[in-house]
């Protein structure tokens, strides 16, 4: 499969379809690419669209991004150092510390999306088994035992069938794909539209921070972005129209305590309304659902493209590894069953937040506000909120890793550490790029494959197992295992000398445990998978 842009008609059978070219329809195909899955992606339109959509990233983010093929300087990225959230009655009441990384990632950074959907499409554009084509809509779907017969229209009208052995709605928050396969959303709408507006040519001039101006009168979150671009978000007032708000008078009227007039370079305005839904499942039979089409989270925590990029990493692998044969169907029920749960968490923190952020009243907003303000004299309470304590760590109670032992460090169901580490070779990168594609057993300080008998080799390497041994920073290996030294300690200090771990490809732990214990460690990993 080729990627030709001007291939007017799609195959007619994929190993995945994707309904849904955006930045998570994108990312799912650039991780289907890399493991070799036969994927077509298809959207309504050829190009990306120039809107003003999410702006906001975190470190997990960033690291899924990396796990996709994008190297850090893919796209441009501010890095943010705090949030601070005002009250003009109280002042500031509340503050989270980004500075500094996570899991080798600015812990905090915005983007400008176009920049880093041109990356991503140029990421997939790499793979002769990845096809992507706009001007086509999804019109029916069904689906039987064996795979997906879709309908595509095309943009001169006719219609064209597909067979996927899967398919993927990525089509975000109108999505045709949760419509046809009966999966309505659950949720609320926040009876608040706002206005938001991109200025540019700020450079030198733009916030380098988040705020948040939380006034009962006019709530207005605002942030600066790549390329010399500064965002504000305004709630609209009961009785105020779109075209009032989106008028250039009045925007500038809005900006004028910021930029003034003869200064404002307005690149884009949209009146949008927030909402807070999610689907009741992320799929029906063998047609799933990520990002907006599965779940819709309010900006106020920034975590709705975060959250649509851990279903795509979620996903593409156990896909991969069923279509590769190395893994029984049933391992696709776990992407529902931990990526639901975690969303819901998820927009449940954004709802509290937009509390935060959109009091009804002035009592309320002095109230409220000043309560926060008096939280924050306690240590261990402000340690909570402004060290992001508050926010779900991205930890499965249920999925596909062996359940969780007391008194572990490395949590089973949780992400694996990353850090710095040196290669044989001398070259120093971050850890998740040593793991590569593979599921991977990794020695923390020993051998991981010496540990294991050769039969228990073979059936480790036939379901797509590898290896990799981390060592102390200085420390060398003469045996053939992948060797890597733990250049800050990163992977080392998270379990006793002489662990394992079982890493699943996209980086959750599925297993760990004593060396003692690796022949049991792999035929328990084995098993999860159906062998």
């Not at 064209?160 to 052995?165: C, L, S, T």
């Amino acid at each position: 499969m080729h990627n030709n842009k001007n291939t007017p008609t799609p195959p007619e059978a994929v190993d995945v379809l994707v309904i849904g070219n955006g930045p998570v329809g994108a990312t799912l195909a650039a991780l289907l690419g890399r493991y070799g899955v036969q994927t077509l992606a298809v959207d309504k339109v050829h190009d990306i669209l120039l809107m003003p959509r999410a702006i906001a990233l975190d470190n997990e983010a960033l690291r899924i991004l990396q796990l996709a093929g994008l190297t850090e300087d893919a796209f441009d990225k501010i890095v943010i150092p705090e949030v601070r959230m005002h009250c003009p009655m109280v002042g500031q009441f509340g503050r989270a510390n980004t500075s500094g990384s996570l899991d080798g990632h600015p812990k905090l950074v915005t983007f400008y999306q176009p920049d880093l959907e041109r990356s991503m499409r140029a990421q997939y554009q790499r793979f002769d088994n990845v096809l992507n084509l706009g001007g086509f809509t999804l019109e029916t779907l069904s689906q039987d035992s064996d795979g997906v017969s879709a309908t595509l229209r095309g943009e001169d009208g006719n219609q064209h069938q597909v067979r996927a052995r899967y398919l993927v709605g990525a089509d975000g928050a109108s999505s045709r794909v949760r419509s046809l396969i009966g999966q309505d959303f659950e949720g609320q709408s926040y009876s608040e539209d706002w206005l938001i507006v991109d200025a540019a040519d700020r450079e030198q001039q733009a916030i380098d921070h988040v705020e948040f101006i939380c006034d009962h009168r006019r709530p207005t979150p605002h942030m600066p972005a790549p390329g010399g671009r500064e965002r504000w978000e305004f709630m609209l007032h009961a009785g105020e129209s779109r075209e009032e708000m989106e008028s250039d008078a009045h925007i500038a009227k809005l900006l004028e305590k910021w930029i003034s007039p003869d200064q404002l370079k307005v690149e884009r305005k949209a009146v949008y309304r927030f909402h807070a839904r999610c689907c009741d499942s992320f799929q029906r039979g063998r047609v799933f659902l990520i990002g907006d089409a599965a779940h819709i989270t309010p900006p106020f925590v920034g975590q709705g493209l975060v959250a649509g990029l851990r279903d795509a990493s979620n996903l593409a692998w156990k896909l991969a590894w069923v279509l590769n044969g190395r893994a029984n169907p049933k391992i696709l029920d776990s992407y529902d069953e931990e990526r639901r749960p975690h969303a819901q968490e998820m927009i449940a923190l954004a709802k509290l937040m937009g509390r935060m952020v959109m009091p009804s009243n002035a009592p309320m907003a002095f109230i409220g506000h000043g309560l926060m303000r008096v939280l924050r004299l306690v240590p261990s309470l402000r340690r909570y909120f402004e060290e992001l304590e508050i926010k779900p760590k991205n930890n499965f109670k249920r999925g596909l890793f062996v359940p969780r032992a007391r008194g572990r460090r490395l949590r089973r169901g949780g992400l694996f550490p990353q850090g710095l580490v040196r290669s044989a070779n001398g070259a120093i990168g971050l850890s998740d790029d040593a793991l590569g594609d593979n599921l991977t057993l990794v020695g923390l300080g020993i051998d991981p494959r010496a540990q294991l008998d050769q039969h228990t080799q073979q059936q480790w390497e036939r379901a797509g197992g590898g290896y990799l041994q981390v060592g102390l920073h200085g420390q060398k290996s003469k045996a053939s295992t992948p060797f890597v030294e733990d250049m800050g300690r990163a992977l080392l200090a998270n379990a006793p000398p002489g662990s394992l771990a079982v890493v699943r490809p996209d980086r959750i732990v599925m297993h760990e445990g004593p060396q003692k214990h690796a022949t049991t460690m792999v035929r328990e990993s084995l098993a999860l998978l159906g062998h």
